[in-house]
C-alpha cells in the first residue's frame, strides 16, 4: 500500500521568512496530493491541492510542487505569519480513494 | 448539515468497555472515512465506505473494531471491549464523488477517546 513520508516533523521560522515543508510517497498510481493544515484541537481543513498532472500551484502564499519521477512534493509558504503556525499534513491518493497521511510537520512562526 | 458532524466529542471509558462513535456526513456525500489519530501523528486510515458499502476495512486495527454505515449515511464506527493503546482522536470525513481526479475529504471535529 501507500507509504507518505513528511519531513521535516518540526520547523520554527521567523515571521516573515519562507517555510517548506517535503513529502514523498511510494504508490506511482497516486494522482492526488492535498495538504491539510490542523490548529490545535481542530479538524485538519484542506488548504491547497495538486492533481499528478501539474507539477505546481500557487494560491497567495502558498504553493505546492509536485516532482511525479521522484514521487515527492512539497509545501512552500512565503511571508509566514504567527497565523500560519498549526501542523501541515500531506496526502497522497489513487483513484481507489485510499488517501494515505503524511505523519505532519508542527510550523511555529515566531513572531 | 452544514459540514461532517461528529459525536460524542468526548469519551471516556474504562478498559473492557464498548463504545460507539457517531459519524454524520455531508450531505449528498458518497464516500466516507474514518481515521485513527494519535497523539502528535497523522490521520491514520481505518476504513472507507462508498454509500452503504465497505469498501476497504485494510486498516481497522483488530476484530475489535466494527464500522457500518446501514442506509448510506450516518455512520458508527464501534470498538469493543477497549484497551488503552485505543486512545486516540477518532476523524470521521467525507467526500463526494472522485471529480477530475480530486477526492477532497472534509473532516469532522473528531472523538477524542481515552481508555482509562
Known amino acids: 500500500g501507500e507509504n507518505v513520508e513528511q519531513h521535516p516533523s518540526t520547523l520554527s521560522v521567523q515571521e516573515g521568512d519562507s517555510a517548506v515543508i517535503k513529502c514523498t510517497y511510494s504508490d506511482s498510481a497516486s494522482n492526488y496530493f492535498p495538504w491539510y493544515k490542523q490548529e490545535l484541537g481542530k479538524r485538519p481543513q484542506l488548504i491547497i491541492d495538486?492533481?499528478?498532472?501539474?507539477g505546481e500551484k500557487k494560491d497567495q502564499r502558498i504553493a505546492v510542487t509536485l516532482n511525479k519521477t521522484a514521487k515527492h512534493f512539497s509545501l512552500h509558504i512565503t511571508e509566514t505569519q504567527p497565523e500560519d503556525s498549526a501542523v501541515y499534513f500531506c496526502a497522497a491518493s489513487t483513484n481507489r480513494n485510499d488517501m494515505r497521511f503524511g505523519a505532519g510537520t508542527r510550523l511555529t512562526v515566531k513572531p | 448539515g452544514a459540514g461532517v458532524s461528529q459525536s460524542p466529542r468526548y469519551k471516556v471509558a474504562k478498559r473492557g468497555q464498548d463504545v460507539a462513535l457517531r459519524c454524520d456526513p455531508i450531505s449528498g456525500h458518497v464516500s466516507l472515512f474514518w481515521y485513527q489519530q494519535a497523539l502528535g501523528q497523522g490521520p491514520e486510515f481505518l476504513t472507507y465506505?462508498?454509500?452503504?458499502?465497505?469498501?476497504?476495512k485494510s486498516g481497522l486495527p483488530s476484530d475489535r473494531f466494527f464500522a457500518e454505515r446501514p442506509e448510506g449515511s450516518v455512520s458508527t464506527l464501534k470498538i469493543q471491549r477497549t484497551q488503552q493503546e485505543d486512545s486516540a482522536v477518532y476523524l470521521c470525513?467525507?467526500?463526494?464523488?472522485?471529480?477530475?481526479?480530486?477526492?477532497?475529504?472534509?473532516f469532522g471535529a473528531g472523538t477524542r477517546l481515552s481508555v482509562l
Open positions: 470525513a467525507s467526500s463526494s464523488r472522485v471529480v477530475l481526479g480530486k477526492n477532497i475529504q472534509y
Open positions: 495538486i492533481r499528478s498532472n501539474v
Open positions: 465506505f462508498q454509500n452503504e458499502a465497505q469498501l476497504d
